[in-house]
């Protein structure tokens, strides 16, 4: 008989809890019990950050990224990097998906770092200033614009290399190379053309690069540290040449339509509103940061595969003199020898395959979606890899191989081939970065042949890839 109670009771118990696990069940979205990728959480509160930055300083930014596609899926893998928990993801087909759900599924997003470097994306968020940061650019680098900043270029690239380059034997090309960009921005961005005050913000900008990706500990001697310090000292000049364009502005001394700096003091948005002038400043210093770091590290890659590789070196001359020569002395290039230099420019894709400036970019998670059959919590950060298909064989064959012929006829398929990025979000400035890189190459093969001076020199990711002695060579003028 107390069997026959206790049997009782246990079908009631089952029954009770069947009827509301059924219950639960059917009004239960699929995230409440969520099938999130594979992936490891890592250590605590650091997670996998330490991995995720020390595989770049080690030079193989990559490794961070192919032992987890290897672990755990090609597509995507769970992880937490810069205290935030986060999914990477792989491959083509990923890439697709990130950049074309840009506001649907994905938004804007930088690490706490990066926000707490620029106050102003505190005030709003990162999805509010990188929109009224896209709607400032399109006038200055709208194609009429771009064309009319060639010969600018040239003619900046050509006193560069006559007072830095001519007359050395022996040179460091990659603090050279961001003394080119970071020029061309002050001049093209702010008309800033005093070299003397060019190179007083060099220093700070070199802070500022290390410590923007880095762990967000905000202590005395820390790269983020140091990076807030640097990040307030250019804000500080930044302001005082704002201030000076207002005055100039008012008394006609400056134009409204000279630069990017007169746009942004001139330009209201739809409320009437017009930017303070410390919002400026942080767009300012966002765009020098993103505008010429990125294009000196390619410019110095440039450099490097160039002495390693003579064939290569010797077609890029070719095309080059081939320019030269059809211009008479003294004469600028312009927007249709830029368009002839059509194998220099494929050198240059090879470079940003191999050693992308950019490793990749963040979004957020605007709701809770699922991919591949993985769910993607709302407010999860995402991460997009340049590697996982610029050296994923699938994609390039032998992919450690320079060989700027990958870029010829139909060129590396959809969403493989992406150092600026893709869709809505994709780099604004890469049609400026195109032409800064060709006048670059342009005026340095006409000059030189050269040699590198630590054949087996290490490259460091942090967060930009350089050589570890910044590239020193021994330069070869060609005769007159
Ligand atoms: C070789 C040079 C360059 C490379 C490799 C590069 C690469 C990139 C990449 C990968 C992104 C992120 C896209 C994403 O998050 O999906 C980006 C964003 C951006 N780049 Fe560049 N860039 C270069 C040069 C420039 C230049 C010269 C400028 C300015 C004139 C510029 C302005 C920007 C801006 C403003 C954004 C943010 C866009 C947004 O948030 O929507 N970049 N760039």
Redesign the pocket.
């Known amino acids: 008989m107390e069997h026959f109670y206790l049997s009782l009771l246990l079908l009631f118990v089952s029954l009770v809890t069947l009827f509301l696990f059924l219950l639960f069940h059917k009004h239960r979205s699929p995230f409440s019990v969520p099938n999130l990728p594979p992936g490891a959480p890592g250590f605590p509160v650091i997670g996998e950050s330490l991995e995720f930055l020390s595989t770049g300083w080690k030079g193989h930014p990559e490794k961070f990224i192919f032992d987890r596609m290897i672990k755990y899926s090609s597509d995507l893998f769970k992880t937490s990097i810069l205290g935030e928990r986060a999914v990477v993801f792989c491959g083509a087909a990923s890439n697709k998906f990130i950049?074309s759900n840009e506001n649907k599924h994905v938004a804007?997003w930088w690490p706490d770092s990066v926000n707490k470097i620029f106050p102003t994306t505190m005030l709003t968020n990162s999805k509010e200033e990188?929109k009224k940061?896209?709607k400032l650019?399109p006038q200055f680098?709208k194609p009429e614009a771009l064309q009319r900043y060639v010969p600018i270029m040239d003619s900046l690239a050509q006193t560069h290399f006559s007072s830095l380059w001519d007359n050395h034997t022996q040179l460091t090309v990659y603090p050279l190379a961001k003394r080119y960009t970071f020029s061309l921005?002050c001049r093209l961005f702010m008309s800033v053309e005093d070299e003397n005050h060019v190179a007083k913000f060099e220093n700070p900008f070199q802070l500022l690069a290390s410590g923007i990706i880095s762990v967000p500990i905000d202590l005395p001697g820390t790269p983020f540290n140091k990076a807030i310090q640097a990040a307030n000292g250019i804000r500080k000049k930044l302001l005082e040449i704002i201030r000076e364009r207002k005055v100039n502005l008012g008394e006609g001394k400056a134009s409204p339509t000279q630069d990017i700096l007169s746009h942004m003091l001139l330009t209201c948005d739809e409320n009437g509103q017009f930017m303070t002038e410390f919002d400026i400043a942080d767009k300012i210093l966002?765009?020098l940061i993103?505008?010429?770091d990125?294009?000196s590290?390619?410019c110095t890659f440039v450099v490097k595969y160039l002495a390693e590789l003579p064939h290569i070196y010797d077609k890029v001359y070719q095309e080059q003199m081939e320019i030269t020569k059809s211009k008479s002395p003294g004469e600028l290039l312009n927007w249709d020898d830029i368009n002839r230099m059509k194998y220099s420019w494929s050198v240059a894709c090879e470079v940003?395959r191999i050693a992308?400036?950019?490793q990749g970019?963040?979004r957020e998670a605007l709701n809770d979606f699922t991919f591949n059959g993985f769910s993607i919590p709302k407010g999860w950060k995402l991460y997009?890899s340049?590697h996982s298909t610029h050296k994923n064989p699938e994609y390039f064959g032998e992919p450690e191989k320079f060989d700027p012929s990958r870029f010829e006829g139909e060129g590396p398929a959809p969403y493989t081939f992406?150092?600026?990025?893709?869709?809505p979000?994709?780099?604004?400035?890469?049609e400026?970065?195109r032409l800064?890189?060709l006048v670059f190459m342009h005026n340095l093969v006409k000059r030189f042949k050269w040699q590198k001076i630590i054949p087996d020199e290490k490259i460091i990711v942090d967060p930009l890839p350089i050589p570890a002695n910044n590239l020193p060579i021994r330069l070869f003028p060609h005769k007159p």
């Open positions: 950049f804007a990188s940061m896209r650019l680098l921005a966002g765009l993103g505008g010429h990125t294009a590290a390619a940003l992308p400036p950019l970019g963040f997009w340049a992406v150092p600026f990025g893709g869709g979000r994709m780099c604004p400035g890469k400026y970065a800064e890189i």
